[in-house]
């Protein structure tokens, strides 16, 4: 039994804003139209449409062809935040089933979105040692896990200084792959202990874009072919930048101290 709704744009900016927080958070295009499709359909509205992008979501909601209401939202940050899917798609559930009110689950996601971002010492320590971690499932030796988890500390730290600034994917992924390659390079001339290419393997792997990828097979198996596309070119652009940070420094490094 659909609910009955008195205000079409509070209901509109519900839904576009668990479909913003979707896209941000790095989910999938179709899970945020299935969400906005799920709220609306829950109180009755018989025509929507929802079409998200990596890139923005738009929504068109009516009953009967009257009290239309459209949004559209540009999305400008992304990032990887699997926590706030699932407290979206939590929120969702329990809109629809009656649960919580419109002005209670319009409060959480507030809160939600402009929740500020975890301690830095958590996610740094989180990347070091899956950096290093890597690193030993690679065949390196306990040297080589240090140097890593080292590099891997590093980049993070210079990830999350710079995320507040307006930089790209991309620029972020050539710093990222050229402080790797820095820091591995300084270790082995340094210590004289380790395996290059196992420090700079093991270090290299969390940066990988593999969520991206992931979600662009997703949405191209759905046949989002825009969303596909875009976010599978996004995945390819980043381990070559990654790959050219890197590749540089061993470039100088062979070049003139070898």
């Known amino acids: 039994m659909p609910f009955e709704c008195s205000n079409v744009n509070e209901i509109v900016h519900i839904a576009q804003l668990c479909a913003q927080v979707i896209l941000e958070s790095g989910g999938e295009t179709y899970r945020a139209e299935e969400t906005v499709y799920r709220i609306c359909e829950a109180f009755g509205f018989d025509e929507i449409e929802v079409i998200a992008l990596p890139t923005g979501v738009f929504i068109t909601i009516s009953k009967n062809g009257a009290n239309a209401s459209t949004a559209i939202k540009r999305i400008r940050k992304r990032s990887f935040n699997l926590q706030a899917i699932e407290t979206v798609n939590s929120i969702a559930r329990q809109l629809t089933a009656g649960k919580i009110s419109m002005s209670d689950s319009l409060l959480r996601l507030n809160v939600l ?26 065949k390196g030796d306990f040297f080589d896990f240090l140097a890593a988890t080292l590099c891997g500390a590093l980049v993070q730290l210079m990830s999350s200084s710079v995320k507040t600034k307006d930089m790209f994917n991309i620029t972020v992924s050539i710093l990222g792959g050229f402080l790797v390659g820095v820091g591995s390079v300084l270790w082995i001339k340094l210590t004289g202990t380790g395996d290059l290419d196992k420090i700079i393997t093991g270090a290299i792997m969390p940066l990988l874009p593999g969520i991206p990828m992931t979600n662009a097979i997703r949405d191209t198996m759905r046949g989002d ?4 596309v875009s976010r599978g070119a996004e995945a390819l652009l980043i381990a070559a930048a990654l790959a050219f ?8 490094y062979f070049q003139f101290f070898i």
């Open 113 to 138: 979105y402009e929740k500020k971002p975890r301690r830095l010492l958590i996610p740094i320590l989180a990347a070091g040692l899956s950096s290093g971690f890597f690193a030993l499932l690679f």
């Open 225 to 228: 072919l825009v969303s596909g």
């Open 245 to 252: 940070g890197v590749g540089l420094v061993l470039k100088i």
